[in-house]
């Protein structure tokens, strides 16, 4: 008996966005400073807005029973 055999990868890409940005977290973020770049993000949290899975896959191959 035989059958076929496939690797399949799947990639999911996720979109995340912070809700609206104080006067101060902009003005950290543009500092181009680490640190307080780091600041910002710990004072904010991501939400998903869109994901996109890919997929790709190698032709299937034959697998014959010995």
Do not use: C
Not at 9 to 17: I, M, N, P, Q, S
Not at 42 to 63: C, S, T
């Amino acid at each position: 008996m035989a059958k076929l055999k496939k690797i399949v990868t799947y990639t999911d890409y996720r979109f995340e966005e912070t809700g609206e940005l104080t006067p101060e977290q902009i003005k950290k973020w543009k500092s181009g400073n680490e640190d307080l770049q780091d600041e910002v993000l710990d004072e904010v949290e991501f939400e998903l807005v869109r994901d996109k899975v890919n997929e790709d896959h190698d032709w299937p191959e034959l697998v014959e029973d010995e």
